[in-house]
């Protein structure tokens, strides 16, 4: 598994079937369970529901959140996510904030949410 925590815990996305995908593929999320448009994941214990919006025209939802991911390798990251539809917006780069050192970048996953990935150092 690549992602080591997550925030927040849920996400509403238009384009449901194109981010199951990324997020179960391209992220390697374990996927506990899954409804028409609704998928359960778990990570270290925790849930991160994806939510798929019914009422809104396909493509075209506002930002509904930015998450961030803590993950143990980047690189791997970087390799699986543009695999299955991230797109890199910024980054990698190497930053120490409040005395800890992380590298991290930003995508946007086929829904268009921004995604901060950080890797502690």
């Known amino acids: 598994m690549l992602v080591v925590s997550i925030e927040p815990k849920e996400l509403f ?3 449901f079937h ?3 995908p990324f997020y179960r593929k391209g992220l390697q999320l374990p996927l506990k369970r899954q409804q028409a448009r609704r998928a359960e994941f778990e990570i270290d214990g925790s849930p991160f529901i994806l939510h798929g919006l019914d009422d809104v025209e396909e493509g075209t939802a506002e930002r509904r959140a930015r998450l961030t991911i803590v993950v143990k390798d980047l690189d791997r990251v970087k390799r699986s996510a543009e695999g299955w539809g991230g797109t890199l917006l910024k980054g990698p780069e190497e930053r ?12 946007r996953d086929p829904d268009g949410n921004e995604l901060k990935v950080l890797q502690p150092l």
């Open 18 to 20: 194109d981010c199951l």
């Open 13 to 15: 996305v238009s384009r």
């Open 96 to 107: 120490t904030a409040a005395g800890r050192a992380a590298r991290w970048a930003i995508y």
